[in-house]
Structures are given as structure tokens and as C-alpha cells.
């Protein structure tokens, strides 16, 4: 116990007391807290460059994969390598969705094709004539084909 403590009768700490016992248990736990966070951050950091030599690891998997396909399946890869099949269809599946990208939707212009907040009345009615705003949907009659009974006209 601290010397402090063990004061004989039952007079207490002292104000100044109080805020060195205060300070020393910061003290203590702010080491702690800032160790525990540095150790954190230098294992993340270690992990996202694992994980991303992984990925390029994968990446080269996929295109060997790719480029052989044409001398060697899958299956008799799996049989002279030992790995799985499911393993090596996930990296050639892997590397097809990697390289596959979305195009972004080119924006309307004003006045232009796809503008429709300046369109005909024509090309907002329905098949009755009735006026439909831009959001709304004209009903169509099914096609004997099977098609759709919605159609948007926007």
C-alpha cells in the first residue's frame, strides 16, 4: 500500500496528494492506451499490405488461369497441382469480375435526346390521351407475346 494511505488516524489526503494519485494513475493508463493504439495501428498497416499482396497475388492467378485455359482445364489443373477446383475457379472467376468495369450513365443535358422535362405533350400521354406527369407510368395492354402491361414514357 502507499505510504500515503497508511496514515495513522483518519485525517485525509491532502489536495495536492489527490492530484499526484490522480496524475500518477493517468499517467499509468495513458502509457497503456497509447501503447495499445500503436500496436493497433502498426498491425493494421502490416495487414493491408499482406492484403493487398494477396490481391495481386490472386490478380496473377486469375490471368495465368486466363491465358491457359486454352492448353488446360480446370479439373486437370486441380489433378496436377492439388489444389481444389473451387479454389481455381474462383481465381479465374476472380480476375473476370476484377476486370469487368460499370460505365458511368452519361448525364442528360438540357434540350438534348434523353431530356424529357421539355417533351411533347404527345410523348407524355397515355393510350387513352390522358396527360400523365413525368413519373407516372401509361398501362399497355399485353402483348399476345407475353410482354409487359407497364410501360414508362419518360
Do not use: Y
Not at 492484403?51 to 490471368?63: K, S, V
Request: cysteine-free; overall charge positive; aromatic content about 2%.
Amino acid at each position: 500500500m502507499n505510504t500515503t494511505s497508511q496514515r495513522k488516524g483518519s485525517s485525509m489526503a491532502t489536495p495536492e496528494e489527490i492530484r499526484q494519485r490522480v496524475e500518477q494513475a493517468d499517467t499509468a493508463r495513458s502509457a497503456r492506451r497509447a501503447a495499445a493504439a500503436q500496436q493497433v495501428g502498426e498491425l493494421a498497416q502490416r495487414r493491408t499490405a499482406i492484403a493487398e499482396q494477396l490481391e495481386d497475388i490472386e490478380r496473377q492467378l486469375g490471368d495465368v488461369l486466363a491465358a491457359a485455359q486454352d492448353v488446360i482445364d480446370v479439373d486437370e489443373l486441380a489433378e496436377f497441382t492439388d489444389l481444389k477446383v473451387a479454389d481455381i475457379t474462383h481465381w479465374l472467376a476472380g480476375r473476370k469480375t476484377a476486370r469487368t468495369k460499370r460505365r458511368k450513365p452519361t448525364p442528360i443535358l438540357p434540350g438534348t435526346q434523353g431530356d424529357v422535362s421539355r417533351g411533347t405533350s404527345a410523348s407524355r400521354t397515355s393510350t387513352a390521351g390522358q396527360e400523365l406527369s413525368p413519373h407516372e407510368h401509361a398501362v399497355v395492354p399485353m402483348s399476345p407475346r407475353g410482354g409487359s402491361s407497364v410501360s414508362s414514357l419518360r
